[in-house]
Each structure stands twice: as C-alpha cells, then as structure tokens.
C-alpha cells in the first residue's frame, strides 16, 4: 500500500481531483491530501464543498465528500501545515500529484520557492527524486507558462495538462474526467478500468481525398 500526496489548487477542474482521489483509495492506496486557500474557494464554487477558511476544515468535509469508508484512509492537511509528515523526504510518500496545478504553484514550484505545504510536498518529490505529476489546467497558454512547464519536465516531473481525448467517443462528463484520471494513473503504475486505445477497423481515407467526404 502507497500513501500518495494530491495537491489542489485554486485552477478550475477540481472534478478531475475528485475523481482521481476516488481511484486512488479505490485501488487500495492511502491519500494525503491538501486545499490551498485559492483551491478551498473554486471547490466550493465548482463541487460545492465546503472546506472553511482556507481549506482549513477539510478534514471534517471528507466523510460527507467521499464517504466515511473511503475518508478512513486519507489523511487531510492545511495549507500551512509546514510540519505536516509530507514536508519531510524522510516521510516517503510515494508520488505527488498536484491536481489541477494553477499556474502560480507551478511558477513557485519551479522556482522552488514553497509557500505552502503543496509547493513544499512537489519540492520534496523533486529533490527525492519520486513521481511528481503535474496537472494543469489553464488556456490559452503565455510564454511564462511553457517556459516553467519546460523547466519542470526537464527537472524530472510529469506535465499531464487536463486535456481529455475524444477517441472513446465520451457521452458524459464524466466520461471525460475519467480518461484523464486513466492517464494520471498510468503514470503512477495503477491498474484502471479506463478506456484504451484498441485501433480501429474503419480503412484510412484515400490518399489526397477530403477526409469530411468532399474531393
């Protein structure tokens, strides 16, 4: 069993946190997990949960979110919880997903500076060398952004940007949330029953013909 660390910030998308929370304890891992301030009022707007001022009543909003089964095996921190078990690399927590990554954690967390304990968690990931996955969820995108997205590949962490596929040919929302919460998963080394890719047996267009059926 692996006790994982998922960070949530204040960029829209928190279904998709929500969801891979939900895998993870599912497949029978342990969660961290921590609000910041940003991220405790987009979650209120976008999930309606309620998590206090400043996230800092999330423990509380855990059993009626998730269930009280599945709220027995996370543990939730404040933001400023600095002497939290994840600050520490000597805690070993297996990897850390900041889910949705706003771009102002993921400025901070190339510059290394850590204002809080999501920014210190992913600094701890990098500098131990474990799994860092990065989920952001922003558009369109300045140079800033691609720059400190570049930065942090090459620092060894995993840009997964929330950007759903359409080949499974979704019907719901739900259906969406969940092929990017497959490859956050498949990152991770976690089995899934998520949708894969399997070909298909529709024969190419004609060379130099109109793919919408127009010459």
Not at 74 to 95: K, N, Q, V
Request: net charge neutral.
């Amino acid at each position: 069993m692996t006790r994982n660390f998922v960070g949530i910030t204040g960029a829209s998308g928190h279904a998709y946190a929500e969801a891979l929370v939900r895998a993870l304890v599912g497949a029978g891992h342990e969660v961290d997990l921590c609000v910041t301030p940003a991220g405790a009022k987009v979650l209120r707007h976008e999930l309606g949960i309620e998590t206090g001022e400043g996230g800092r009543e999330l423990a509380r909003a855990l059993p009626g979110w998730f269930g009280a089964d599945m709220a027995r095996s996370m543990r939730a921190f404040a933001s400023d919880a600095i002497e939290a078990p994840p600050s520490s690399g000597s805690a070993l927590t297996g990897a850390v997903i900041v889910c949705p990554c706003s771009m102002g954690t993921l400025a901070r967390v190339r510059a290394g500076f850590s204002s809080n304990l999501v920014e210190r968690a992913a600094d701890v990931a990098l500098k131990e060398g474990r799994k860092l996955v990065l989920v952001p969820r922003e558009t369109p995108l300045s140079q800033i952004h691609l720059e400190n997205l570049l930065a942090l590949a090459r620092m060894g962490a995993i840009v997964l940007p929330a950007m759903p596929g359409f080949y499974h040919r979704p019907k719901t929302l739900e259906d969406l949330v969940t092929h990017v919460t497959g490859k956050i998963l498949d990152r991770l080394g976690i089995e899934h029953a998520g949708q894969r890719w399997k070909g298909t047996d529709e024969p190419p267009p004609e060379t130099g013909s109109d793919p919408r059926g127009s010459a």
